[in-house]
Each structure stands twice: as structure tokens, then as C-alpha cells.
């Protein structure tokens, strides 16, 4: 489909919206990830188990450096045990990213490669910055927090996906159109609304609502490109919001970028790092300390993308 929105004030409720075609893991593990409580080690090796592809890339990344075991893990069973469900869920959506290009067309010039590269890189960086963060010290279990920091990571632009599978042709000209770093998201944002009616932020929530997705995620992802969170957040939320800004923004500084050149240095000087610095979401004292924390991020974030693609 390749319609038109031609009152760019329409509701989405108004129009016909395809999903793409969701591979079966994806939707066993978003329906897991709902609900922590029902993430245990046998519900993941259930959904593993009967998948070859997704075994073999669980076994990769977990005997990687990056988890720097003593002995080889060979079984998915410790897989889960050494990783925690919660990891190995994450995991398996990142995954089932990928299988989402069969769901669009093939034929379409758009390096649909390099968002999935993003969305993974950044939902790595979440779950990472949110560990060094106080998020780690509130009182919501540390596993839940450093969970949803990756999911929202990982879904933040679906909505581009959505845009791309709806709107095919006007998807080529607004994401084949490499823009420089210093473009303000608003006007990003301005370009998507003109184009499809909807910027990808929006369309990622209603998306989101539509699977039955915790509200506070699909808050977020609507606010991911806006600079303060809704008012009627919690706290923990709100500070995840700068945590999701960040980590989007560094994945692209770190070279997952898509249809965005990035200079480099341009995170260093970024407002949006002092701001998060004033309000205390971080212990580091000033930017070269969290920079070094965070820089020490980018060859394991590399292993990790290169596992999981």
C-alpha cells in the first residue's frame, strides 16, 4: 500500500494501517516481555529450542568476550541461566528484526540493514547506559529496568518500519535522503508529517497500543525525538527518556547511524549530555568521566551487533 494522507491532521484511528508480518518468535518474545513475571528459563527455552538459527546466535553471544566465561556453554538451557531470561528475550526480538524484510519489499533501495543496526545497537547502549545510570539503584528490580531499557532501545523506531511497509515509495524519498548531523529532529520529524501525514514517532506508538504494549513504552517512544518526557511520567520514566535519547544519538556517533551522517565529536558537545549531567542521572562528575565509561562501550557493542545480525 502506498496511500495518501492528505489532511495531515487526520487521526490514525482514521486510516487503514498494515502491520508487517511479524515473525513468530518476535511475537512469543513481546508477548513475554509484557509481563516480567512470566519470563522464566523454561518459557525462553521454549521458544528457543525448535529454532536452529536462533540457538546457534543465543551460544555466539554468550561464549562471546564480552561475557568472558571460563568454560565453553554449550546447552541453551545455560545459555538463559548465564544471560537471564529477560537478555535472551531481548535478544530474540533483536533477532526477529531482521526477518522483518521479507514482510517489506525486497525490491525497495532502502538500507533497511542499517535500521535494524541501529535499533539494535541503540537498545545494546539502553540497557548499558541505564546499568551506570540511577536507574540501577532504584527500587524496581535492576533486571526489569536494564530489560525495558533494551526494549525500548530496540522499538523506538518501528515506527519508520511501519512508514516503510505503508508507504513504500514516499519511504525511499525521505530515508535514501542522507542528511547532515547538525539537522534538528524537529525538522526530521516535520519532513516524515509532510510526506506520510505522520512522523515515525507517532506512528511507533499507536503501533505499540495496538499490541498491547505497556503505555509508559509507548509514551516514550512518542517522545524520543521531544526535549522533556510527558509530565505525567514517573520519575524512573522520565530519566529513562534522557537514557533512550542518549543511547539513540551515541549508536549513530558510533557508527550505526541511518540516514544520518554524524561528525564526530557532535555527542561531546551535545546539550542533551549536560542536561542529563545537571540532573544528576549519572555519577560521573563531569563529560570526559562518562565519556570514558562510554566509549569503552564500542568494541563490545560491535561484537554484540555483529552476533545478533
Do not use: C
Not at 525538522?187 to 510526506?195: N, S, T
Not at 557532535?266 to 562518562?290: I, N, R, T
Amino acid at each position: 500500500m502506498d496511500g495518501t494522507l492528505s489532511d495531515s491532521s487526520a487521526s490514525l484511528e482514521d486510516i487503514t494501517i498494515d502491520l508487517p508480518g511479524l515473525p513468530h518468535t518476535f511475537v512469543q518474545a513481546m508477548e513475554l516481555s509484557k509481563n516480567a513475571d512470566e519470563i522464566t528459563i523454561d518459557s525462553v527455552v521454549d521458544i528457543i529450542q525448535n529454532d536452529p538459527i536462533a540457538t546457534t546466535r543465543i551460544l555466539s553471544i554468550v561464549n562471546s568476550t564480552y561475557y568472558a566465561m571460563r568454560y565453553e556453554v554449550t546447552t541453551i538451557r545455560k545459555a538463559v541461566i548465564v544471560l537471564g531470561p529477560g537478555t535472551v528475550i531481548s535478544v530474540l526480538m533483536s533477532m526477529s528484526l531482521i526477518d522483518l524484510r521479507t514482510a517489506l519489499d525486497a525490491s525497495l533501495p532502502i538500507p533497511f540493514i542499517d535500521l535494524v543496526r541501529h535499533s539494535i545497537a541503540t537498545a545494546f547502549l539502553a540497557r548499558q547506559i541505564s546499568s551506570i545510570s540511577i536507574l540501577a539503584k532504584m527500587e524496581t528490580e535492576e533486571d526489569d529496568i536494564m530489560n525495558s531499557a533494551f526494549t525500548l532501545g530496540l522499538l523506538h523506531d518501528f515506527g519508520k518500519l511501519v512508514l516503510i511497509h505503508n508507504f513504500p515509495e514516499k519511504a525511499v524519498a525521505i530515508y535514501n535522503d542522507i542528511v547532515p548531523f547538525t539537522t534538528k529532529d524537529e525538522e526530521l520529524l516535520e519532513r516524515e508529517k509532510a510526506a506520510f501525514g505522520f512522523d515515525h514517532a507517532q506512528m511507533g506508538a499507536y503501533m505499540m497500543r495496538q499490541l498491547k504494549m505497556p503505555e509508559s513504552l509507548s509514551k516514550l517512544i512518542e517522545s524520543h525525538h521531544s526535549t522533556q518526557p510527558p509530565e505525567d511520567m514517573s520519575h524512573p520514566m522520565r530519566i529513562m527518556h534522557g537514557v533512550l535519547k542518549l543511547s539513540n544519538r551515541l549508536a549513530s556517533n558510533l557508527g550505526y547511524k541511518y540516514n544520518r551522517d554524524v561528525g564526530s565529536g557532535s555527542l561531546y558537545e551535545d546539550p542533551l549530555v549536560d542536561l542529563l549531567l545537571q540532573e544528576k542521572v549519572f555519577e560521573a562528575d563531569d563529560k570526559s568521566a562518562l565519556f570514558d565509561e562510554i566509549w569503552n562501550l564500542k568494541a563490545v557493542l560491535k561484537e554484540y551487533v555483529e552476533a545478533v545480525v
